[in-house]
Protein backbone atom coordinates (compact mmCIF):
# COMPACT_ATOMS: atom_id res chain seq x y z
CA UNK A 1 0.00 0.00 0.00
CA UNK A 2 1.31 3.38 -1.08
CA UNK A 3 0.98 6.40 1.44
CA UNK A 4 -0.89 9.32 0.54
CA UNK A 5 0.18 11.97 -1.04
CA UNK A 6 0.96 15.45 0.35
CA UNK A 7 1.16 19.08 -0.66
CA UNK A 8 1.00 21.90 0.50
CA UNK A 9 2.39 25.80 0.47
CA UNK A 10 5.42 27.07 2.01
CA UNK A 11 5.84 30.70 2.12
CA UNK A 12 9.39 31.86 2.23
CA UNK A 13 10.00 35.13 4.50
CA UNK A 14 12.99 36.66 6.01
CA UNK A 15 15.16 40.00 5.59
CA UNK A 16 17.16 40.55 2.30
CA UNK A 17 20.01 38.72 1.45
CA UNK A 18 19.82 36.01 4.12
CA UNK A 19 19.63 33.47 1.48
CA UNK A 20 16.18 32.98 0.03
CA UNK A 21 16.63 32.38 -3.45
CA UNK A 22 19.99 30.40 -2.67
CA UNK A 23 17.97 27.98 -0.54
CA UNK A 24 15.34 27.22 -3.62
CA UNK A 25 18.30 26.99 -5.77
CA UNK A 26 19.54 24.79 -3.92
CA UNK A 27 15.97 22.48 -2.67
CA UNK A 28 14.71 22.65 -6.32
CA UNK A 29 18.31 22.26 -8.59
CA UNK A 30 19.82 24.47 -11.27
CA UNK A 31 16.67 24.45 -13.17
CA UNK A 32 15.04 26.96 -11.01
CA UNK A 33 17.61 29.58 -11.42
CA UNK A 34 16.40 31.68 -13.90
CA UNK A 35 12.76 32.92 -12.54
CA UNK A 36 10.12 34.13 -14.97
CA UNK A 37 10.80 38.01 -15.34
CA UNK A 38 6.57 38.19 -16.13
CA UNK A 39 4.83 41.13 -14.22
CA UNK A 40 4.76 41.27 -11.02
CA UNK A 41 2.07 40.11 -9.52
CA UNK A 42 -0.15 41.73 -6.60
CA UNK A 43 -0.25 38.84 -4.01
CA UNK A 44 1.48 35.46 -4.30
CA UNK A 45 5.03 34.78 -6.79
CA UNK A 46 5.73 31.26 -6.96
CA UNK A 47 9.08 30.29 -6.63
CA UNK A 48 9.31 26.95 -7.36
CA UNK A 49 7.72 23.61 -7.11
CA UNK A 50 9.37 20.78 -5.33
CA UNK A 51 7.96 17.34 -6.31
CA UNK A 52 9.01 14.12 -5.32
CA UNK A 53 6.86 10.67 -5.12
CA UNK A 54 5.28 11.08 -1.83
CA UNK A 55 5.41 15.01 -1.71
CA UNK A 56 4.55 18.04 -3.64
CA UNK A 57 6.00 21.91 -1.74
CA UNK A 58 5.13 24.71 -3.76
CA UNK A 59 7.35 27.48 -2.43
CA UNK A 60 5.75 31.02 -2.67
CA UNK A 61 6.84 34.31 -2.11
CA UNK A 62 5.08 36.84 -0.28
CA UNK A 63 5.59 40.52 -1.50
CA UNK A 64 4.19 42.32 1.66
CA UNK A 65 5.92 41.02 4.11
CA UNK A 66 8.80 42.97 3.48
CA UNK A 67 8.28 46.72 4.82
CA UNK A 68 6.53 48.77 3.16
CA UNK A 69 7.85 51.80 1.05
CA UNK A 70 5.38 52.68 -1.04
CA UNK A 71 2.01 53.38 -0.81
CA UNK A 72 0.60 50.18 -1.76
CA UNK A 73 2.32 49.11 1.47
CA UNK A 74 -0.69 49.19 3.27
CA UNK A 75 -2.61 46.76 0.83
CA UNK A 76 0.06 44.72 0.54
CA UNK A 77 0.44 44.24 4.33
CA UNK A 78 -3.12 42.49 4.70
CA UNK A 79 -2.75 40.80 1.50
CA UNK A 80 0.70 39.41 2.72
CA UNK A 81 -1.15 38.52 5.56
CA UNK A 82 -3.78 36.84 4.30
CA UNK A 83 -1.59 34.75 2.09
CA UNK A 84 0.33 33.93 5.54
CA UNK A 85 -2.94 32.69 6.91
CA UNK A 86 -3.66 30.40 3.60
CA UNK A 87 -0.29 28.77 3.56
CA UNK A 88 0.67 25.39 5.57
CA UNK A 89 3.97 25.99 6.35
CA UNK A 90 6.09 29.70 6.55
CA UNK A 91 9.57 29.09 6.33
CA UNK A 92 11.32 32.37 8.33
CA UNK A 93 15.10 32.51 6.94
CA UNK A 94 17.55 34.70 9.38
CA UNK A 95 21.24 34.76 8.84
CA UNK A 96 23.30 32.96 11.24
CA UNK A 97 25.90 35.82 11.02
CA UNK A 98 24.12 38.50 10.70
CA UNK A 99 21.53 38.19 13.70
CA UNK A 100 19.21 39.90 14.92
CA UNK A 101 17.86 42.96 12.74
CA UNK A 102 15.16 45.01 12.95
CA UNK A 103 13.56 44.21 9.63
CA UNK A 104 12.78 40.05 11.96
CA UNK A 105 10.89 42.28 14.33
CA UNK A 106 8.60 43.54 10.98
CA UNK A 107 8.22 40.01 10.47
CA UNK A 108 7.51 38.55 13.84
CA UNK A 109 4.93 41.05 14.13
CA UNK A 110 3.22 39.60 11.15
CA UNK A 111 3.73 36.23 12.17
CA UNK A 112 2.43 36.60 15.48
CA UNK A 113 -0.52 37.74 13.47
CA UNK A 114 -1.12 34.33 12.12
CA UNK A 115 -1.64 30.52 13.57
CA UNK A 116 0.41 28.93 10.24
CA UNK A 117 2.81 26.65 11.59
CA UNK A 118 6.71 28.64 11.14
CA UNK A 119 9.78 26.98 10.97
CA UNK A 120 12.84 29.02 11.55
CA UNK A 121 15.75 28.46 9.26
CA UNK A 122 19.14 29.66 10.57
CA UNK A 123 21.29 29.54 7.20
CA UNK A 124 24.92 30.24 6.72
CA UNK A 125 25.79 28.35 9.44
CA UNK A 126 29.17 27.54 7.60
CA UNK A 127 29.87 30.91 8.16
CA UNK A 128 29.64 30.84 12.31
CA UNK A 129 31.21 29.14 14.83
CA UNK A 130 28.93 26.09 16.14
CA UNK A 131 29.12 27.94 19.73
CA UNK A 132 27.33 31.05 18.32
CA UNK A 133 24.02 29.31 17.54
CA UNK A 134 22.48 28.99 20.20
CA UNK A 135 22.60 31.78 21.67
CA UNK A 136 21.13 33.32 18.60
CA UNK A 137 18.67 30.84 18.54
CA UNK A 138 17.90 31.14 21.71
CA UNK A 139 17.28 35.17 21.09
CA UNK A 140 14.77 34.30 18.56
CA UNK A 141 12.86 32.00 20.48
CA UNK A 142 12.32 34.47 22.90
CA UNK A 143 9.91 36.48 19.81
CA UNK A 144 8.12 33.46 18.81
CA UNK A 145 7.06 30.30 19.46
CA UNK A 146 8.56 28.37 16.00
CA UNK A 147 7.53 24.78 15.73
CA UNK A 148 11.39 23.65 14.38
CA UNK A 149 14.61 25.19 14.36
CA UNK A 150 16.74 24.09 11.77
CA UNK A 151 19.87 25.27 11.32
CA UNK A 152 21.17 24.93 7.14
CA UNK A 153 23.72 26.29 4.59
CA UNK A 154 21.93 27.35 2.15
CA UNK A 155 24.86 27.88 0.04
CA UNK A 156 26.98 24.09 1.03
CA UNK A 157 23.81 22.10 1.69
CA UNK A 158 24.47 21.23 4.97
CA UNK A 159 21.07 19.93 6.77
CA UNK A 160 19.00 21.34 3.82
CA UNK A 161 17.74 17.14 3.03
CA UNK A 162 16.87 17.31 7.09
CA UNK A 163 14.84 20.60 6.51
CA UNK A 164 13.03 18.72 2.88
CA UNK A 165 12.32 16.20 5.48
CA UNK A 166 10.35 18.02 8.37
CA UNK A 167 8.62 20.49 5.73
CA UNK A 168 7.42 17.17 4.56
CA UNK A 169 6.14 16.07 7.89
CA UNK A 170 3.78 19.34 8.42
CA UNK A 171 2.15 18.63 4.80
CA UNK A 172 -1.44 17.92 4.58
CA UNK A 173 -2.58 15.00 2.34
CA UNK A 174 -3.33 16.88 -0.71
CA UNK A 175 -3.36 16.81 -4.74
CA UNK A 176 -0.44 17.10 -6.97
CA UNK A 177 -0.86 20.42 -8.27
CA UNK A 178 1.51 20.63 -10.78
CA UNK A 179 2.70 17.68 -12.91
CA UNK A 180 6.00 16.48 -11.22
CA UNK A 181 8.13 17.88 -13.95
CA UNK A 182 6.98 20.99 -13.23
CA UNK A 183 9.69 23.28 -11.54
CA UNK A 184 7.95 26.97 -11.50
CA UNK A 185 4.22 28.26 -12.46
CA UNK A 186 3.19 30.89 -15.24
CA UNK A 187 2.39 33.46 -13.17
CA UNK A 188 -0.62 34.01 -14.91
CA UNK A 189 -1.80 30.23 -14.35
CA UNK A 190 -1.35 31.15 -10.70
CA UNK A 191 -2.85 34.20 -10.79
CA UNK A 192 -5.83 32.56 -12.79
CA UNK A 193 -6.75 30.05 -10.14
CA UNK A 194 -6.79 32.74 -7.08
CA UNK A 195 -8.56 34.94 -9.13
CA UNK A 196 -11.47 31.82 -9.31
CA UNK A 197 -11.27 31.48 -5.72
CA UNK A 198 -11.23 34.67 -4.48
CA UNK A 199 -14.33 35.16 -6.60
CA UNK A 200 -15.68 31.79 -4.73
CA UNK A 201 -14.62 33.20 -1.49
CA UNK A 202 -16.33 36.47 -2.03
CA UNK A 203 -19.78 35.79 -3.32
CA UNK A 204 -20.26 32.86 -0.85
CA UNK A 205 -19.31 34.17 1.63
CA UNK A 206 -18.85 32.10 5.01
CA UNK A 207 -20.94 29.04 3.39
CA UNK A 208 -17.85 27.61 1.89
CA UNK A 209 -14.63 27.47 4.30
CA UNK A 210 -11.23 28.40 3.15
CA UNK A 211 -11.10 24.61 2.11
CA UNK A 212 -11.20 24.85 -1.62
CA UNK A 213 -8.49 24.74 -4.08
CA UNK A 214 -8.85 25.54 -7.79
CA UNK A 215 -6.80 23.90 -10.24
CA UNK A 216 -6.21 25.01 -13.73
CA UNK A 217 -6.27 21.86 -15.96
CA UNK A 218 -5.69 23.55 -18.91
CA UNK A 219 -4.48 26.84 -20.31
CA UNK A 220 -4.51 27.04 -24.20
CA UNK A 221 -4.62 29.77 -26.74
CA UNK A 222 -6.34 29.49 -29.44
CA UNK A 223 -4.72 31.21 -32.28
CA UNK A 224 -7.31 30.89 -34.97
CA UNK A 225 -10.15 32.13 -32.72
CA UNK A 226 -7.97 34.49 -30.76
CA UNK A 227 -9.05 33.64 -27.12
CA UNK A 228 -7.68 31.60 -24.39
CA UNK A 229 -9.33 28.17 -23.42
CA UNK A 230 -9.72 28.13 -19.28
CA UNK A 231 -10.62 24.71 -18.30
CA UNK A 232 -10.87 24.69 -14.36
CA UNK A 233 -11.64 22.60 -11.50
CA UNK A 234 -12.90 23.50 -7.77
CA UNK A 235 -12.32 21.06 -5.57
CA UNK A 236 -14.44 21.27 -2.51
CA UNK A 237 -14.72 18.40 0.42
CA UNK A 238 -18.26 18.13 0.59
CA UNK A 239 -21.30 17.51 -1.55
CA UNK A 240 -23.04 20.65 0.43
CA UNK A 241 -20.58 23.25 -0.92
CA UNK A 242 -20.89 21.57 -4.17
CA UNK A 243 -24.37 22.77 -4.08
CA UNK A 244 -23.41 26.31 -3.10
CA UNK A 245 -20.79 26.72 -5.64
CA UNK A 246 -23.23 25.51 -8.11
CA UNK A 247 -26.16 27.21 -7.09
CA UNK A 248 -29.98 27.12 -8.13
CA UNK A 249 -29.80 26.05 -11.90
CA UNK A 250 -25.90 26.74 -11.80
CA UNK A 251 -26.76 30.24 -10.93
CA UNK A 252 -23.68 30.89 -8.58
CA UNK A 253 -21.16 28.84 -10.58
CA UNK A 254 -22.24 30.98 -13.88
CA UNK A 255 -21.79 34.06 -11.42
CA UNK A 256 -18.37 33.16 -10.78
CA UNK A 257 -17.14 31.91 -14.08
CA UNK A 258 -18.24 35.52 -15.46
CA UNK A 259 -16.67 37.94 -12.51
CA UNK A 260 -13.57 35.67 -12.82
CA UNK A 261 -13.74 35.86 -16.81
CA UNK A 262 -13.29 39.54 -16.80
CA UNK A 263 -10.52 39.59 -14.54
CA UNK A 264 -8.62 37.10 -16.54
CA UNK A 265 -9.56 38.61 -19.63
CA UNK A 266 -7.82 42.20 -18.10
CA UNK A 267 -4.97 40.63 -17.19
CA UNK A 268 -4.07 38.55 -19.50
CA UNK A 269 -5.39 41.26 -22.51
CA UNK A 270 -7.07 38.35 -24.63
CA UNK A 271 -10.92 36.96 -24.61
CA UNK A 272 -11.25 34.43 -22.54
CA UNK A 273 -13.46 30.83 -22.70
CA UNK A 274 -13.78 29.97 -19.08
CA UNK A 275 -14.86 26.30 -18.31
CA UNK A 276 -15.30 25.54 -14.04
CA UNK A 277 -15.98 22.54 -13.14
CA UNK A 278 -16.75 21.26 -9.42
CA UNK A 279 -15.34 18.32 -7.92
CA UNK A 280 -16.04 16.51 -4.34
CA UNK A 281 -12.50 15.17 -3.45
CA UNK A 282 -13.21 13.94 0.58
CA UNK A 283 -9.13 13.57 0.98
CA UNK A 284 -8.82 16.69 0.13
CA UNK A 285 -7.70 19.30 3.37
CA UNK A 286 -9.67 16.04 5.10
CA UNK A 287 -7.20 16.68 8.23
CA UNK A 288 -8.99 18.49 10.48
CA UNK A 289 -6.71 16.86 13.68
CA UNK A 290 -3.94 18.08 11.42
CA UNK A 291 -5.11 21.42 11.37
CA UNK A 292 -6.05 21.68 15.23
CA UNK A 293 -2.42 20.52 15.72
CA UNK A 294 -1.47 23.51 14.34
CA UNK A 295 -3.55 26.02 16.44
CA UNK A 296 -6.06 26.28 13.46
CA UNK A 297 -9.88 26.56 14.62
CA UNK A 298 -11.80 24.22 11.72
P1 LIG B 1 17.91 36.57 -0.58
O1 LIG B 1 17.95 38.04 -0.80
O2 LIG B 1 17.34 36.25 0.76
O3 LIG B 1 17.24 35.84 -1.69
O4 LIG B 1 19.44 36.09 -0.50
P2 LIG B 1 20.34 35.38 -1.62
O5 LIG B 1 19.93 33.97 -1.80
O6 LIG B 1 20.36 36.23 -2.82
O7 LIG B 1 21.76 35.35 -0.88
C1 LIG B 1 22.43 36.53 -0.53
C2 LIG B 1 23.92 36.24 -0.41
O8 LIG B 1 24.16 35.31 0.63
C3 LIG B 1 24.49 35.61 -1.67
O9 LIG B 1 25.77 36.16 -1.88
C4 LIG B 1 24.62 34.14 -1.31
O10 LIG B 1 25.66 33.47 -1.99
C5 LIG B 1 24.91 34.20 0.15
N1 LIG B 1 24.47 32.99 0.85
C6 LIG B 1 23.25 32.44 0.83
N2 LIG B 1 23.19 31.33 1.59
C7 LIG B 1 24.41 31.16 2.11
C8 LIG B 1 25.01 30.18 2.99
O11 LIG B 1 24.40 29.22 3.45
N3 LIG B 1 26.32 30.38 3.32
C9 LIG B 1 27.05 31.42 2.83
N4 LIG B 1 28.31 31.50 3.21
N5 LIG B 1 26.52 32.34 2.01
C10 LIG B 1 25.24 32.24 1.65
MG1 LIG C 1 16.34 36.62 -3.42
K1 LIG D 1 12.45 37.52 -2.26
Do not use: C
Request: overall charge neutral; aromatic content about 8%.
Amino acid sequence: MSKSFKSGFAAIVGRPNVGKSTLLNRVLGQKIAIMSDKAQTTRNKIHGIYTTEQEQVVFIDTPGIHKPKHKLGQMMTSLALATLNEVDLVLFLIDAEQGYGRGDQFIIDFLNKTSVPVFLIVNKIDKVHPDELLPLIDRYRQLYTFKEIIPVSALQGQNVSALMEQIGSYLPEGPKYYPEDQITDHPERFIVAELIREKILHLTRDEVPHAIAVVIDKMKVDERRQLTEIQATIMVERTSQKGIIIGKSGSMLKKIGTLARQEIEALIGSKVFLELWVKVDKNWRDKEEELKNFGYTV
